[in-house]
């Protein structure tokens, strides 16, 4: 099955600076790729996604790279805020039909104000 | 428009005793999805329902059921509650084929 590997488990960033966070996929067949931000004791929500006919998605201040040769993809986040400050999962999982997710073990994003 | 909608918020279990968390979404979606989440594990699949009237294992299923009542809603059942199972249980659906989750508000349980 799919393993989703992402990096670093935390992270601190100074705010308005910009924050990375990356994630590695084994199966060659996932074509589909969300990112989910879970603010404290709060539901995962959705924040932007990135399917494998695309290299780059950018909405705002965040952004999505997907390098299918290398298997890797990334979420930037530029001009961060306080409310930034969550656990970001990565996913992968191959569509039609329906979908299976598998998640990375997710990322602790803090911006110091 | 509720989205994803679960019951209980909270539950406390003694070890041994049984319990069904519900989960009923209104998006017409085909698909739906237990999850558990739990510190420096990420999220991790119990069940899911492709569509109405089919359920498949995910990665931990050992002491879980799941039942597809209909499209709306797919519940999940403890037999005999294990403190392992201590956790907090996230339910999602997904429209079939594309899209990303949508999310419960997660089902937080202890079990002692």
């Known amino acids: 099955g799919e393993n989703v590997e992402q990096h670093p488990s935390t992270l601190s960033v100074q705010e308005g600076d910009s924050a990375v966070i990356k994630c590695t996929y084994s199966?060659?067949?996932?074509?589909?790729f969300p990112w989910y931000k879970q603010e404290l004791g709060k539901r995962p929500q959705l924040i932007i996604d990135?399917?494998?006919?695309?290299g780059e998605k950018k909405d705002q201040r965040i952004a999505v790279t997907l390098n299918k040769t290398a298997k890797h993809f990334s979420l930037h986040i530029t001009e961060t805020q306080p409310e930034d400050s969550a656990v970001y999962f990565c996913?992968?999982?191959?569509?039609?039909?329906?979908?299976?997710?598998?998640f990375g073990i997710g990322t602790k994003l803090q911006v110091i104000p | 428009n509720a989205g994803v909608t679960q019951t209980p918020k909270f539950q406390v279990l003694k070890t041994g005793q049984s319990m069904t968390l519900q989960c009923a979404q209104d998006?017409?979606?085909?698909?739906m999805y237990w999850y558990r989440q739990d510190p420096g594990m990420g999220l991790r699949l119990i069940y899911y329902?492709?569509?109405?009237?089919?359920?498949d294992k995910g990665e931990v299923p050992n002491g879980y059921n799941v039942s597809r009542l209909n499209k709306r809603e797919f519940s999940l059942r403890l037999e005999s509650a294990a403190p392992s199972q201590t956790s907090v249980y996230f339910c999602?659906?997904?429209?079939?084929?594309?899209?990303?989750?949508?999310f419960g508000s997660g089902t937080r349980l202890t079990v002692v």
């Open positions: 998006m017409n979606h085909n698909s």
């Open positions: 990135i399917r494998s006919n695309v």
């Open positions: 199966d060659s067949a996932s074509n589909y």
């Open positions: 329902s492709a569509s109405e009237g089919t359920t």
């Open positions: 996913a992968a999982s191959k569509t039609g039909g329906y979908q299976k997710v598998t």
């Open positions: 999602a659906s997904s429209e079939s084929g594309d899209g990303g989750y949508t």
